[in-house]
């Protein structure tokens, strides 16, 4: 194996687990705004009714922990398909 492709292989893998990380961050980032937007809106007697919307919203977010685990089984299997190549 040539320096250039081992070179190459460290860039790939360092862009896959930055991908990782900034889909991870941005979904924690997403889920505080979130949280911090619906405490903040008034609360409306007419109008817009925000229940079914917000409980939509909170059961996909129940999803986080799964979306993280997936993320991270993505990133192992890429370094391991990635050792099986050299």
Same mark, same amino acid.
């Given at each position: ?5 081992? /070179? ?7 862009? +896959? !687990? ?15 705004? #979130?949280?911090? /937007?619906?405490?903040?809106?008034? +609360? ?9 919307? /917000? +409980?939509?919203?909170? %059961?996909? !977010? ?17 370094? /391991?398909?990635? #050792?099986?190549? %050299?």
């Amino acid at each position: 194996m040539t320096q250039p492709e081992i /070179v190459t292989r460290s860039a790939s893998q360092m862009a +896959s !687990f930055n991908q990782m990380v900034t889909a991870a961050v941005t979904l924690i980032v997403g889920i505080l705004i #979130f949280n911090q /937007v619906q405490t903040a809106l008034p +609360s409306t007697s007419g109008g817009i009714n925000e229940t079914p919307i /917000v +409980s939509t919203i909170e %059961s996909a !977010f129940d999803l986080a922990p799964v979306v993280l685990i997936v993320l991270i089984a993505g990133l192992i299997l890429a370094q /391991v398909g990635g #050792f099986r190549r %050299s």
